[in-house]
């Protein structure tokens, strides 16, 4: 059997495989890439609207990115990390805007206010102080605070309606914050690199085997499911971008840097009104505080959410717990996952999180009048009817081994790559999708990284993110710059009302 000789095989057909494609077509367009996805289409996994929350994770609304310390101080730093990753996403989407790549923005971004929504004395001097130190940073200093009942009407009046006018409450808000549908996103840049020469996308065609050559190259053997016939495609770059099923790959791959991890399942599932007069009554993303021992991707938000063009309220996500690593996938993903090397991480995590364990089984056996009280938190006239429940994607939480050698439960995303730069895999969940650019610019840092210095690649990079090689963070004149730029190109800088007026 001829192996297909290829450059690069991209393993899952996602956002960060779609992604990467991408920016590895603009900076070198000869380039031969092949994409395998296992199921019959792209972004129906992790990367379908449905089953992500299609917040432009960016730290405004999101409390959980700013956690309290014991001495009562907000810690902002991820938050800020996370905001200047963000911006990387928003300059290279305008980049494939602006060359008619992608198509008219409002086919996968919209602009949808970010706000954080407490109640309690307690909560509400945490976001005052949230806000304090936020907004004195340039990333954040749109933001908008306020204890007003009146103001907060204006705000979000599904979550002010028939509220309780003795509880003290407190809110923040960014106008320019962005509902994403990553799905529609990511296929559209595949079906963008379809149409390029020397790129190939093999659906229905799972990953079986994946082994290194003494050559340094990459065998991977795929299934077409179609047919039952085994494919073999030889290449010298491997990126496993398969959301859940990346952890599985990775251990295929047998790389050292490999060992160790483990994983750690959790599933969610969504309240969903498609009723207009409610939908039509809401639109921004509330975000809450998480309930203890919580995982992060569980922290509750009442979500306005434009998926295929349709609008939708979404509330939740509440979390459930499955050995499946895929939604799609096997009730023994997670016991095949173990091995002599994680056995101990995964076994000391599952001792060390007891409260999470608790607080899994918890949300699996919650009624969904249970889940409707919850809802009233956010929206107290919430009608029962109006309301259906909806599964979302999996999420697969990296274990690992911290400094001290014992296990250790991650719930960011990570990029595990080979030392020779042959091969990367982005592991964990949140914030995810959002942040894909950043993921896949660390990816090629550290797999291109000699090609990333030539002068060529060097020019071509900034031309796809201006901000490349440059701090946001630090950089307060730069961001100016750059925000003006995609807010305004993907229409970002307009709320609802002033696109309904331009329309």
């Not at 979390?319 to 009730?331: D, E």
Request: charged share 25%.
């Amino acid at each position: 059997m001829t192996a297909r000789q290829a450059d690069v095989v991209l393993v899952g057909g996602g956002v960060m495989s779609a992604t990467l494609g991408m920016m590895l077509r603009q900076l070198d367009p000869s380039l031969d890439i092949v994409m395998v996805e296992r199921l019959d289409h792209v972004a129906h996994e992790s990367t379908d609207g449905w089953n992500n929350a299609g917040t432009g994770h960016a730290g405004y609304c999101e409390l959980n990115y700013t956690p309290e310390t014991d001495d009562g101080d907000v810690q902002i730093e991820r938050a800020l990390n996370i905001n200047a990753s963000f911006e990387l996403s928003l300059q290279f989407w305008s980049y494939l805007v602006e060359r008619k790549i992608l198509p008219e923005p409002s086919r996968f971004i919209n602009p949808t206010p970010h706000e954080s929504f407490v109640w309690g004395e307690k909560d509400v001097a945490f976001l005052r102080k949230r806000h304090e130190k936020l907004s004195k940073h340039h990333l954040f200093r749109e933001m908008e605070y306020t204890e007003s009942a009146d103001t907060l009407r204006e705000w979000m009046p599904l979550v002010m309606s028939n509220r309780d006018p003795g509880q003290p409450i407190a809110a923040t808000r960014v106008k320019h914050g962005s509902d994403v549908d990553f799905g529609s996103l990511t296929r559209s840049m595949v079906n963008y690199l379809k149409d390029q020469p020397n790129f190939e996308l093999l659906l229905n065609h799972p990953v079986r085997t994946l082994a290194q050559r003494d050559n340094g190259r990459w065998k991977v053997r795929v299934k077409d499911e179609n047919t039952g016939e085994i494919k073999k495609i030889e290449a010298g770059f491997v990126f496993l971008g398969a959301g859940g099923g990346a952890l599985p790959l990775l251990q295929k791959s047998e790389i050292e840097e490999s060992k160790g991890y483990g994983g750690f399942p959790v599933s969610g599932q969504w309240l969903v009104c498609q009723k207009p007069e409610v939908v039509e009554r809401h639109h921004a993303k509330v975000y809450g505080k998480a309930p203890m021992g919580a995982p992060p991707m569980s922290v509750p938000h009442l979500d306005t959410r434009i998926i295929n063009g349709e609008p939708a309220l979404l509330f939740g996500p509440f979390a459930g717990f499955t050995t499946k690593f895929l939604k799609q996938g096997s009730v023994f993903d997670l016991f095949s996952s173990v091995r002599s090397g994680n056995i101990v991480p995964m076994m000391q995590v599952g001792k060390g999180n007891m409260d999470l364990t608790r607080y899994l089984i918890k949300e699996v056996f919650q009624s969904h009048t249970a889940r409707i009280e919850s809802l009233r938190n956010f929206f107290p006239d919430a009608q029962e009817q109006n309301w259906k429940l909806q599964t979302a994607g999996q999420r697969v939480q990296i274990i690992k081994k911290s400094a001290d050698g014992r296990g250790k439960l991650e719930f960011g995303t990570e990029i595990v790559a080979a030392r020779d730069g042959s091969l990367a895999a982005l592991l964990g969940a949140s914030p995810g999708a959002s942040t894909a650019v950043s993921a896949m610019v660390d990816v090629l840092e550290r797999c291109f990284s000699d090609r990333l210095k030539a002068p060529e690649w060097q020019e071509r990079i900034r031309e796809l993110i201006p901000s490349y090689g440059c701090s946001l963070v630090d950089d307060a004149e730069l961001l100016d710059t750059v925000r003006r730029r995609t807010l305004s190109t993907l229409g970002l800088n307009r709320l609802k009302k002033e696109v309904e007026e331009t329309a």
